[in-house]
């Protein structure tokens, strides 16, 4: 970096904000699947599906609705009616599959779960929440209250009264040697244990996939045995769709319905990708859900405009090339040919993931130990031979996730598995 930007960056930005990569790198631009950094150097890009970009860098026809609606405006007020706010309310109310949705727009995922926890605890009188251990929900002060994982998690200063409830993590825990059926009998016990030592919690929040914490998700079967402890004693369920919404998961549309639920959860939020880089959030809500707070507004930004303008063209987009179907096509043929390199791999503990959304837990050779340095070197392997990825995990930071733009087509899969391949056969 000619200016040391670098060195600018740690002077002026807090120091918990962490870059990647022992030399950081600037990214300047983005086409496709593709970016380049401020040294000229391209490459794939296997991590910007979760980051930012949900479908492609630089899409012509979301560039074409931003600029248009640029030179009309950029926001109103939340005061005034907003055309595009109400067109992509309507879209996704309909793609919810919650009946009688009603729609809240925010700017981020934190405050689309810090909404969410508002109008539960407020619809339910309760400031008991449960949340999954090894969870992200976000940074603000009531969603890192429900934030299980340990590095994000200082929930004694929270407001919220949290409960941790037992099952996001299959493969570690006290349950991890049971079978499923034996493993979801186990978490059911634990949190039916919970809820009769506690106030009546307002809701439950989970991922569907656990996102930071490395994409790891609970046996089939779980999250419906928890929906029904849970209906029963009017406990509302809030499924967080910030990472594996719009398709990503390649069979469903929404993460929630790959767990066999009893119906749609009463709440989901959603951010990140729908904007493909604008900042969009929100929550959806059935209507008496929704219409519990007496306020004129909770958000000045939520719902911007210019950023409604990007949602649509971006969701019309996905929708008409069908990147769910490409989710699964293209995500299922690289979790195939990456299981295989596993198998040669010693470090490699699993490979695991639906669609577009795949997790590499990785291991120190022949023990169950995490092992965050070889996740590291790959990280820095891949982005030498061109390949961006990304790492995350429970406590340890110990697997590689990869999440590319939806569009990811059959040879880049290819192109970046290779590249992959020689990065893990480098911790051997
Ligand atoms: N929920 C989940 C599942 C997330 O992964 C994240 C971000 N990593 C958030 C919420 C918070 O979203 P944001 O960073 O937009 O506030």
């Given at each position: ?5 670098l ?11 962490a870059l990647y990569y022992e030399e950081p790198i600037e990214i ?9 950094d401020?040294h000229?150097n391209?490459y794939l890009d296997f991590f ?297 791999v010693?470090a490699v ?11 590499i837990?990785l ?8 092992y965050p340095e070889a996740a590291s070197a790959v990280l820095e392997a891949a982005r030498e031979g061109g390949l961006l990825i990304g790492k995350g995990g429970?406590?340890?930071t110990s697997a590689l996730r990869i ?13 970046g598995?290779?590249i992959l391949e020689r990065a893990l056969r480098s911790i051997q």
């Amino acid at each position: 970096m000619t200016d040391d930007l670098l060195g600018r960056h740690r002077a002026v930005l807090p120091d918990w904000l962490a870059l990647y990569y022992e030399e950081p790198i600037e990214i300047t631009h983005g086409e496709g699947r593709h970016v380049w950094d401020s040294h000229g150097n391209r490459y794939l890009d296997f991590f910007g599906g979760i980051l930012t970009t949900m479908t492609a860098h630089a899409l012509p026809e979301i560039t074409k609705a931003v600029s248009e609606q640029a030179g009309r405006i950029l926001h109103s007020s939340t005061l005034y009616l907003n055309r595009p706010m109400v067109e992509l309310a309507e879209r996704i109310a309909q793609l919810s599959g919650i009946p009688n949705a009603r729609v809240f727009f925010t700017t981020s995922g934190t405050e689309a779960n810090d909404t969410a926890l508002l109008l539960a605890t407020t619809y339910r009188r309760s400031n008991t929440v449960l949340a999954m251990r090894n969870s992200y929900h976000g940074r603000s002060f009531s969603a890192v209250g429900i934030t299980g994982n340990r590095s994000w998690s200082p929930t004694s200063l929270s407001p919220l009264q949290t409960l941790y409830v037992h099952g996001g993590v299959r493969s570690r825990g006290p349950f991890a040697h049971l079978d499923d059926q034996g493993f979801i009998e186990a978490c059911v016990d634990d949190l039916t244990d919970l809820l009769g030592h506690t106030r009546p919690p307002a809701a439950l929040i989970a991922e569907p996939i656990q996102g930071v914490g490395g994409f790891t998700s609970p046996p089939d079967g779980l999250y419906a045995a928890f929906r029904e402890v849970l209906q029963e004693r009017g406990i509302l369920w809030i499924s967080d769709e910030v990472q594996t919404g719009w398709g990503r998961t390649g069979e469903h549309f929404w993460g929630w319905q790959a767990h066999g639920q009893s119906g749609p959860p009463d709440m989901l939020t959603f951010a990140k990708g729908i904007g493909n880089g604008m900042s969009i959030g929100g929550v959806v809500a059935r209507a008496e859900i929704m219409n519990c707070l007496d306020a004129n507004s909770i958000s000045t930004f939520g719902g911007t405009q210019i950023t409604m303008a990007a949602g649509l063209a971006n969701l019309n987009y996905l929708l008409e090339h069908d990147l769910q179907g490409n989710a699964r096509r293209v995500g299922g043929m690289l979790i195939e040919r990456l299981r295989a390199v596993a198998a040669q791999v010693p470090a490699v503990r699993e490979v695991r993931g639906r669609g577009l959304m795949i997790g590499i837990e990785l291991a120190r050779p022949g023990t169950d130990e995490a092992y965050p340095e070889a996740a590291s070197a790959v990280l820095e392997a891949a982005r030498e031979g061109g390949l961006l990825i990304g790492k995350g995990g429970g406590h340890d930071t110990s697997a590689l996730r990869i999440a590319p733009p939806l569009s990811l087509n059959v040879a880049e899969a290819e192109e970046g598995a290779a590249i992959l391949e020689r990065a893990l056969r480098s911790i051997q």
